[in-house]
């Protein structure tokens, strides 16, 4: 079990930014690759970014590509989701999530073990 809580969502105006948190318990967060997903209520989740075990390779969606930024500090068990010129379609719930395996399947919620519960982000136009 990899317990996660996400943290740092609120409500931003429109070309504003969020720093998103995800903090994981125990002592093995660093074998793990982490992902962030977005989802809106009764949708799938859907991918936006995610960081290999190391914090060497990062992916992105298309849609976020340029305006967020993935990283993590294995030292203090989190990931994070630097988000930039924020637009109305990124308003979400936002789950971190976290995986053994980081191959193609990356951008798939099924690819992934543990999920926090989420952090609502709310972007005015």
């Known amino acids: 079990q990899v317990p996660l809580v996400e943290s740092g969502g609120g409500l931003v105006q429109a070309g504003g930014s969020l720093r998103l948190s995800c903090a994981a318990s125990?002592?093995?967060?660093?074998?793990?690759?982490m992902g962030w997903f977005r989802q809106a209520p009764g949708k799938d989740r859907d991918f936006v970014a995610a960081?290999?075990?190391?914090?060497?390779?990062?992916y992105y969606a298309d849609s976020v590509k340029g305006r967020f930024t993935i990283s993590r500090d294995n030292a203090k068990n989190t990931v994070n989701l630097q988000m930039n010129s924020l637009k109305p379609e990124d308003a979400d719930t936002y789950l971190c999530?976290?995986?053994?395996?980081?191959?193609?399947?990356?951008?798939?919620?099924?690819?992934?073990?543990?999920w926090g519960q989420g952090t609502q982000v709310t972007v005015s136009s």
């Open positions: 999530a976290a995986a053994l395996t980081l191959g193609p399947a990356r951008t798939t919620s099924r690819n992934y073990d543990y």
């Open positions: 125990g002592r093995t967060f660093s074998i793990y690759h």
């Open positions: 960081i290999s075990r190391s914090g060497e390779s990062t």
